[in-house]
């Protein structure tokens, strides 16, 4: 009977604890969700019930017209190949850099080394684009998809290199020392034991190089003509000084978002596995 009554304070704060945590999580979230909802709102509003008093979250006739003006009046088919490009290009060329980096950075533990990668995440994009524009015009590039490509990495590879080194430093040592020791040179070591041990981490580089790179705003607003434009470019371009479509410009924003939300809403148990995995193996 006392083990039961010792037993009920103990119950009581466990659940207090996850009412805490559940009510922190949701007032973290639900600005986020409610901007999201008004967005999904605002694009199938006519304009007439966008600017209306009080607002109208949920209208009687839904405009999806805003979606089919989009692809009418803008070429968001076209943007949408050149985000593709200009992304899976930057991603997998980061991840070529990147993995093979982090490894042997994680390896020869050079602490200089991954200071100056942090350095390199840390330093804003703009302090890169103004000498590689004037590379670019140089090279006579400009026009084309490669300009955007090469200087996404600016941001892609230090976020492989960076998370691939927390990875490899986490990652057991046996299975590399044996097979040194079996005769196997440092290649492949690398590509035959340290690789297939650090899918979980690849997978989540992967996965946030793409996000930051899709996201890319700045470097396409500059580097960017009318035919290499990205989508979040091409999002910003249909604003104007005369008159600003509220529907259809957050339809196109939806249209931006919506890989991106697919990609992490399918790959969050991969994100979470990636993130852990390498502690637990450490541990």
Known sequence: MEHALNKRPLVRRKTLD????????????????????????????????????????????????????????????LYFWNSVLV???????ALLIGVPAGYGIARLKAEKAAIVIM??????????????????QWLNLLGTLWPQIIIHLVVTVPIVVWIMIGYFE????????????????????????????????????????????????????????????TLPVAVYNMLSF???????????????????LILTLFAQKQIVAGLTAGAVKGG
């Open 87 to 93: 992304t899976g290009a930057a991603t997998l060329l």
């Open 119 to 136: 350095i390199a995440r840390m330093t804003p994009g703009l302090s890169f684009l103004i000498p590689l524009f004037l590379l670019f």
């Open 242 to 260: 005369e008159q600003v479509s509220w529907g259809p410009l957050a339809a196109a924003a939806l249209i931006v978002t919506l890989p991106v």
């Open 18 to 77: 996850r009412i805490g945590l559940l009510f922190a999580a949701l007032v973290m979230v639900s600005p986020v969700v409610l901007f999201f909802l008004w967005m999904i709102s605002l694009s199938l509003k006519y304009e007439i019930d966008n600017g209306a008093y009080p607002p109208i979250l949920i209208p009687e006739n839904f405009a999806w017209s805003n979606y089919v003006q989009v692809f009418r009046e803008n070429n968001f088919f």
């Open 170 to 229: 986490t990652t057991p040592m046996e299975l590399e020392e044996a097979a040194s020791i079996d005769g196997a040179t440092p290649w492949q070591v690398f590509r035959l034991v340290a690789l297939p041990i650090a899918k979980p981490g690849i997978v989540v580089a992967f996965i946030l190089a793409l996000i930051f790179s899709w996201n890319n705003f700045v470097f396409g607003i500059v580097l960017a003509s009318r035919t290499t434009r």
